[in-house]
């Protein structure tokens, strides 16, 4: 069911991130790397912090079809996709959402203290975001609007929290899928955003 | 041989990374890493993403003295490299057809699936210049002009199909050097580029 | 000793990285991440580089804590920093200094080459800043200001030679922390900085 998601997940990240490529005139093989980047980039970015070997890529090439695909159809067809700008954000949510929780399954299985699994679900919900808003020369988005990587470390909570009380895996990824999922659409719907710090000062 | 190229292959990515670190203003040591980061990062970033310790340049450190002192030479000799502008540019060809070859036969050594050593020879021939851009606050320009990781798909795709087919790392090689190295250049040449995908939808 | 002065050393770089992260009007998880990645992105980015696992911070989840809570703190008192600009300033030189002899340490522990050690040691104490720069979107500043990246090349060589000719990591440590530091703080007193490449031919 999670893998299901997942490879939903990685398909809509791939097509949004087509047309991040696609505000900065890249051709095919930009556009490619952007949506692999963004969509296999957090998963990627955990697995190299942790040292756990193999990449989920690696051992399914397959992916990279996937997501390779579903971006150059996303250039194909960005007029459609702007008019289902609504139905892209809630699949960005639900990758984010579902990153998350495989991000701190993995930390989980390899036995990390709870602070680590939930950072590494929080870096493999949003590293990706981050990475492709580096290769389009941007401050990263996430860092900024909306409640995006605190909708991740949320959602980590949740899933920490009911797994270490109930002790089920399975109750704590759904726990967690409501939690995220609604707070990340609520934050989409109503604009929240977290407060911003902001500093004019300089003093290098 | 391909050793030899390859040697020559860092030492001009090292030299025309220098000069990407001169329109950035920056010192010696910025020079050098962007010389490093440019002439060893595909490699650095391969080795990274499959786990295949150690790095070339911990086993052979004279590596990173090479082009350190290249790029140094290259700060010293900047209005003789403006007028030799097409000698660096085919060399800068010649290594992304070395890089991109070796890094298929690496990934074929550690019996990755095709689809990951075709990957892995694109990573190796263009993580490096990559990182020099986003290092420089740049858009990668290989996302972005003529056929360059193109070409390396390319060349990784004529390398696998040759070794595949015919059985012969040799064969291989050469085949692959001549496919890339001709279509580059003559992307060079005839200033031939990859459709862009121009998107102009602000939808954030 | 040099633990006491890591976790001074860790807890300054999260605070002044908070600063940079305010400049770019970021929210709290943005500011964490910054002084995540500026405080810990050295050593993290060493290990990575010579597979060294586990990440200290990993071992030690403390670290997140601290420095997370550091950052936070930064925001609120973000002009009493101000105000206290030279000591920041100092503590900045003090963590350069200390990344950088930790990042010997551990390339000697591993028995790399002296050369390595050297490249450890100066990625250790600046790649933190040049990541932050990056997720800034800036060009990173050690590549073009002060007397910084070379303050800690000249820290590692202090640290090897005398550890090689007298054979003590203690006098080893004490005699690079010394020279390292004085050369930091006279090049911020006298705004020393190394020659700069500036070069503007384009020829792309």
């Known amino acids: 069911?999670?893998?299901?998601?997942?490879?939903?997940?990685?398909?809509?990240?791939?097509?949004?991130?087509?047309?991040?490529?696609?505000?900065?005139?890249?051709?095919?093989?930009?556009?490619c790397i952007i949506a692999w980047v963004t969509a296999l980039g957090g998963g990627t970015v955990r697995n190299v912090l942790f040292g756990h070997y193999p990449?989920?890529?690696?051992?399914?090439?397959?992916?990279?079809?996937?997501?390779?695909?579903?971006?150059?159809?996303?250039?194909?067809?960005?007029?459609i996709m702007t008019k289902l700008k609504k139905l892209f954000l809630y699949l960005d949510a639900l990758g984010l959402v579902v990153f998350t929780i495989i991000g701190c399954q993995v930390a989980q299985e390899i036995h990390l203290p709870y602070l680590i699994v939930l950072f590494s679900g929080m870096i493999t919900g949003c590293a990706g975001g981050v990475l492709r808003d580096v290769l389009c020369n941007e401050v990263p988005f996430l860092f900024r609007k909306e409640i995006y990587a605190s909708a991740a470390?949320?959602?980590?909570?949740?899933?920490?929290?009911?797994?270490?009380?109930?002790?089920?895996?399975?109750?704590?990824?759904?726990?967690?899928?409501?939690?995220?999922?609604?707070?990340?659409?609520?934050?989409?719907?109503f604009e929240w955003h977290m407060p911003k710090f902001v500093y004019r000062d300089e003093w290098h």
Not at 16 to 23: F, M
Not at 56 to 75: D, F, G
């Open 55 to 79: 990449m989920s890529w690696v051992e399914h090439p397959e992916y990279l079809v996937i997501t390779a695909v579903a971006a150059l159809l996303a250039a194909f067809i960005a007029s």
């Open 153 to 189: 470390i949320v959602t980590g909570a949740v899933y920490i929290g009911v797994e270490h009380f109930k002790g089920s895996e399975m109750l704590a990824t759904i726990s967690a899928a409501v939690v995220g999922l609604t707070l990340r659409l609520l934050s989409i719907r």
């Open 1 to 31: 069911m999670l893998h299901i998601l997942y490879i939903i997940a990685i398909t809509a990240e791939a097509m949004t991130a087509a047309l991040s490529a696609g505000r900065r005139d890249m051709d095919w093989v930009g556009v």
